[in-house]
């Protein structure tokens, strides 16, 4: 069966991604905000308060730190990762995807793999992006296969043909999901 979100996963996978944000350089809560509002939020929506809840939490693991300054007359808090955000950030790349919302989880990766300079650790993270969609794929189908032994009674068939349209746009999006992740590390193992 397909994989559920979890709220630990969700935000786990929030902190991830800022750090990768930090990587690229300090930033406060606002340029954070911004780089969702203008990017990220295409795969990966972020209200001003989660992010805020994120940084507390890479706060208090040591992932992050921050500077206090006064800009215009108010004050700001500009974050930067540290050695141990930079190692949380680097374990979490080259961990397999678990949890639910793949594609979610597959693009915050996606998105970041920039920052892994090691070609053939890119491969790897697109390699097990790949076996996730894999995954993916053969538990919707299994789940297909159920769906279409059921005998279902006259009065719900209008019903089950619309719940059965809407597993089929399920394997329509993540096969040719799986055909782009393919195509994308041929394309890496080439380089």
Request: charge should be negative.
């Amino acid at each position: 069966m397909p994989r559920h979100p979890s709220s630990t996963n969700r935000g786990n996978r929030m902190g991830n991604v800022i750090l990768g944000l930090l990587l690229i350089g300090p930033q406060t809560l606002y340029s954070l905000n911004k780089q969702f509002e203008q990017g990220i939020s295409l795969f990966y929506r972020a209200s001003y308060g989660s992010l805020q809840s994120a940084l507390k939490s890479l706060l208090a693991k040591g992932h992050v730190t921050f500077v206090e300054g006064i800009d215009g007359g108010r004050n700001k808090k500009t974050y930067s990762i540290t050695d141990a955000g930079s190692a949380a950030f680097d374990a979490w790349m080259h961990a397999p995807v678990v949890g639910g919302d793949l594609e979610v989880a597959a693009l915050s990766k996606l998105y970041l793999l920039g920052l892994v300079d090691d070609a053939d650790a890119r491969l790897a993270v697109l390699d097990d992006l790949v076996a996730a969609v894999e995954g993916e794929v053969a538990a919707l189908e299994g789940f297909a296969v159920q769906i279409d032994a059921l005998d279902v009674p006259p009065q719900y068939a209008q019903l089950f043909r619309y719940r059965r349209a809407t597993l089929d746009y399920g394997l329509m999006s993540h096969r040719a999901s799986l055909d782009w992740f393919r195509a994308l590390a041929a394309e890496e193992r080439a380089r």
